[in-house]
């Protein structure tokens, strides 16, 4: 028992700078160790296709070699002389991609050429940045219940290592992980605490978000929208609503230069990226099984073999700037008829998908492998036992709805499109902050929740800086760090 009691000490009795500064170290230490021991960017380079680095490596390639950014749409055409061109660098921008990460690696091919050594440089980025990732869960555990259930959340951050599995990944994960978590923090600040600087990292934070995640284009604002009204139906004062503006303001000064660029590329509103309904398709079509494998374990992309048809509308279309909006038109067709010729099949793929969602893909190459599925249904159900806690507590309802519009502004967007493991892997790592809550035993009294601590309660000092809670006028029902 002793190796136990010295366990607890450390996690629940120190200090929270120095639970907190371990953590972090701890956290920074285990990306360090993927990206040593499972990342591969000289072989990467070596493969003639660079597969693994998507069409962020092509774009980030395009950039440097002064095709600006730009990348061919990725299907096999059965027109040869268009096949032929599409070996060629492209002659025109896109929009295929969210631009941040693309960008990104284009700048590490600027300091270190292209090259393993900006490979390198990428993935040490990612670790640097999600390795904050428990911190941020700590902080927004800490409006959602007490310290002791804070810091068992911020443990399992820590040992989430499908998450922090991101980091070896070109795809921007492990930075909209992390941008998700903050941003729920601000969100949730702005509405049980709001101030002008809650409100303007909100913002700025959400322009951010898009220029990883284009879906983030309406979620930025729907977010901030909903910290305005929450907070107001608080405490309602005419700065209120200036901090709301404000934070709206910022988000579109970050987004609205990318999409001032995209109309003027395609001549109509495209908000981030060229190719949404190509998205929607992936996940509703007849042979998809609504995600991004198809049954056969193949990659659930357009392809001449499964799509002639498709393939066919495809070449059909002139080959220029214009290609990537005509083409999504084609694909939005394709959705339509599927949902109004197939509805029962439409809603059976929806249901799957988020079944999916809460387990594991098994049409996915990692669904055999124990290090992902084993974690994934743990924290699957760590979430859904959190949330119910969470919602419970009638003092928390305020601190819950940012972080429950999240989460159900992505499950609908999973059903509409399709399950894939880097998005699970985002969502329930922004959900991490709910997992902890589930130690905390509540009982209704009044309509209120009133804590029960049945361990000893432990004193811990605030950070410095940090105002206890009742110096902030708020009541002591029970969540207070004098009670952990």
């Known amino acids: 028992m002793q190796p136990f009691n010295r366990a607890y000490r450390i996690i629940f009795a120190s200090g929270q700078r120095s639970f907190l500064v371990a953590i972090t170290f701890l956290s920074l230490f285990i990306r360090i160790g993927f990206i040593i021991f499972a990342s591969h960017p000289q072989a990467i380079l070596s493969d003639p296709k660079q597969t693994l680095l998507w069409e962020h490596g092509v774009i980030a390639n395009n950039l440097y070699t002064g095709h600006g950014f730009s990348m061919h749409w990725p299907y096999h055409s059965l027109d040869t002389a268009r096949e032929a061109a599409m070996h060629k660098p492209p002659k025109w921008e896109g929009s295929f991609v969210a631009p941040l990460n693309p960008y990104l690696l284009y700048w590490c091919y600027v300091v270190f050429g292209e090259s393993a050594a900006a490979l ?21 555990s800490l409006l959602l219940g007490g310290e002791r259930s804070a810091r068992i959340s911020t443990l ?7 998450g922090a599995y991101a980091v070896v990944t070109f795809s921007g994960s492990a930075l909209f992980q992390f941008m998700g978590v903050v941003i729920l923090f601000f969100a949730t600040l702005s509405a049980v605490e709001p101030s002008w600087k809650s409100f303007l990292w909100l913002g700025l934070c959400c322009g951010i978000m898009i220029g990883l995640r284009s879906e983030f284009f309406f979620l930025g604002p729907i977010l901030i929208v909903a910290a305005l009204l929450l907070s107001a139906r608080r405490n309602f004062h005419p700065s ?17 230069p990318w999409t001032v660029r995209n109309y003027e590329l395609y001549h109509r509103f495209v908000p981030v990226v060229s190719h949404p309904w190509w998205e929607l398709w992936r996940g509703n079509n007849k042979l998809t099984a609504g995600t991004d494998r198809l049954p056969n374990g193949q990659p659930n992309w357009v392809n001449p073999v499964e799509y002639p048809r498709i393939i066919r509308r495809m070449d059909s279309i002139p ?15 394709e959705v339509i008829n599927f949902i109004e010729t197939h509805p029962t099949h439409f809603l ?14 098994p049409n996915d190459l990692r669904s055999g492998n124990l290090f992902y599925w084993l974690p994934t249904l743990v924290m ?19 601190a819950a709805i940012p972080l429950l519009i999240f989460l159900a502004y992505y499950l609908f967007m999973t059903a509409m499109t399709l399950m894939q493991v880097r998005y699970q892997m985002y969502v329930f790592t922004c959900m991490l902050p709910v997992t902890g809550l589930i130690t905390e035993r509540t009982k209704r009294r009044g309509g209120v929740a009133i804590e029960v601590i049945e361990l000893k309660k432990i004193p811990i000092m605030p950070t410095i800086g940090e105002r ?17």
Do not use: M
């Not at 640097?128 to 902080?139: G, R």
């Not at 209120?240 to 609205?256: K, M, W, Y």
């Open 468 to 484: 206890p809670r009742h110096a902030r006028g708020e009541l002591e029902d029970g969540h207070g760090a004098s009670q952990n």
């Open 240 to 256: 209120l609503l200036l901090q709301g503006v404000a934070s709206i303001a910022i988000c579109l000064a970050v987004t609205v």
């Open 120 to 140: 390198y440089a990428l993935l040490i980025l990612y670790a640097l940045v999600s390795a904050f990732i428990p911190l941020t869960v700590f902080k927004l």
């Open 319 to 333: 080959y220029d700037r214009n290609f990537e909006g005509k083409v999504d038109l084609v694909f939005r067709s």
């Open 348 to 361: 059976l793929l929806a249901g799957k998908k988020l079944f999916y969602f809460f387990t594991v893909d």
């Open 380 to 398: 699957s159900f760590l979430i859904v036992l959190g949330l119910w806690c969470l919602l419970r507590d009638r003092t928390k309802r305020e």
């Open 156 to 162: 399992i951050a820590l040992l989430f290592l499908p």
